[in-house]
């Protein structure tokens, strides 16, 4: 694939759908989920005359949810997620912290 061919499939890909969820409708309630994303890209080419040309590009995405916009009626209100895993890791790591800050004592 050459790099213009693959910067062209970044650009179709990186879009608000990547962010933004197909809304759902239930009950007068539409829920839209949002998700946090990061990424990049790099890529080269090599264009001297004593070699053939060379080129290379990747690019990576990362994406984890954030969380939903809820409509009801005219209001809209924002719900984060919530990933118990991190909030209990987060959890963890401050009691052993202070363990060790206190067993100093």
């Known amino acids: ?10 650009r179709e890909l990186f879009t608000a759908k ?3 969820g197909d809304p759902v409708e ?3 309630v539409v829920v839209i989920p949002a998700a946090a994303v990061f990424g990049g890209g790099g890529g080269g080419a090599d264009d001297t005359a004593a070699l053939p040309v060379r080129e290379g590009a990747g690019f990576g995405v990362f994406a984890r949810p954030a969380g939903a916009f809820v409509v009801r009626r005219d209001a809209v209100t924002w719900v984060p997620a919530v990933d118990r895993t991190r909030l209990g890791l987060a959890a963890a790591v401050t009691v052993v912290a202070l363990a060790k800050i206190l067993s100093r004592r």
């Open 18 to 20: 990547l962010v933004y």
């Open 26 to 28: 239930r009950d007068g």
């Open 1 to 10: 694939m050459k790099l213009g061919q693959l910067a062209a499939t970044a």
